[in-house]
């Protein structure tokens, strides 16, 4: 997995070059120049557009008390998304075109975390309520259940009642009794 990784690394920036060059034989140079920059600023555009929404939506999960998994799983793949959008090229905007379809990114992550599942060097350990080791981890639909937990109630009670100070804090140097102090109450 790594060698594949590494050639990948070490092939992209030559398949990046023959892309600009064949596309610059089709439409020009300066069109195809145009084309990268222009691909870059909609692209950003829209992950600027994208990330907001998720932020909006993982605020929403956590004043729910649910964990904002599939927010964060998609913040993600915007990252990656923008990542691949400042490498000028047209294959890595393709890639990154492909990770901004919210629809794509969640069948990638089920593929991603099934192949994590199914890993020998991988395990995940759920603890607390709403993960419930649920096997597809972006749910959606009317009939999703959060899997809220169990309501505890309880009281708050404050004790503001001042406390003696023991004899040997209530004083410093020459038997003088200490000023008072916010930090002591």
Do not use: C
């Not at 060698?3 to 070059?17: K, V």
């Not at 998994?69 to 990252?79: A, E, P, Q, T």
């Amino acid at each position: 997995m790594r060698i594949a990784i590494l050639l990948a690394a070490i092939a992209l920036p030559f398949l990046e070059i023959a892309t600009f060059i064949k596309v610059g034989e089709w439409i020009g140079i300066p069109s195809t120049i145009a084309l990268i920059i222009l691909s870059a600023v909609v692209g950003l555009g829209i992950i600027r557009w994208q990330g907001l929404s998720l932020l909006t939506r993982a605020q929403d999960s956590l004043r729910q008390n649910a964990v904002p998994v599939s927010s964060v799983v998609h913040g993600v793949f915007l990252l990656v998304s923008g990542i691949l959008l400042a490498i000028p090229g047209f294959l890595t905007d393709i890639v990154a075109f492909v990770l901004l379809i919210p629809p794509l990114r969640s069948i990638i992550a089920r593929f991603l975390f099934g192949r994590l599942r199914r890993s020998s060097r991988f395990s995940v350990h759920v603890g607390g309520t709403g993960a419930g080791g649920d096997p597809n981890p972006f749910p959606t639909g009317p009939n999703y259940d959060r899997g809220r937990g169990p309501v505890i109630e309880g009281e708050v009670v404050e004790d503001l009642t001042p406390k003696p100070s023991p004899p040997d804090q209530g004083s410093h140097g020459g038997g003088q009794p200490r000023p008072p102090s916010p930090w002591r109450q």
